[in-house]
Nanobody, 126 residues
Framework: QVQLVESGGGLVQAGGSLRLSCAAS????????MGWFRQAPGKEREVVAS????????YYADSVKGRFTISRDNARNTVSLQMNSLKPEDAALYYC???????????????????WGQGTQVTVSS
């Protein structure tokens, strides 16, 4: 079983950048595809980006393509989400999640993810 802890959230002005990190413990991160999800108040949780176990496959939501970059460092058991050109609509609680299915892909379905962190808050002021 893997434990996930997110960090790096905060308050930023529109147009600014943040880098979220997800640290894994209790298991080797390379065993899991990883995803970043977010949930804003009153809205459903949505996928932001996902990455396959070895990092060769990535997926981005249309709303963040060209602005966000997901990456992973399996040797350090971390996954990151670099967020640039932030918009007020990016404000949400951001979660990282781990998918143990060994599918080789990067799922965008939150039901495929088995382990979740507690989340880190991102606030974007206009």
């Amino acid at each position: 079983q893997v434990q996930l802890v997110e960090s790096g959230g905060g308050l930023v002005q529109a147009g600014g950048s943040l880098r979220l990190s997800c640290a894994a413990s209790g298991s080797t991160l390379s065993m899991y595809a990883m995803g970043w999800f977010r949930q804003a108040p009153g809205k459903e949780r949505e996928v932001v980006a996902s990455i396959s176990r070895r990092g060769g496959i990535t997926y981005y939501a249309d709303s963040v393509k060209g602005r966000f970059t997901i990456s992973r460092d399996n040797a350090r058991n971390t996954v990151s989400l670099q967020m640039n050109s932030l918009k007020p609509e990016d404000a949400a609680l951001y979660y990282c999640a781990a998918d143990r299915s060994y599918s080789g892909s990067a799922s965008t379905n939150d039901h495929d993810y088995d382990y979740w962190g507690q989340g880190t808050q991102v606030t974007v002021s206009s």
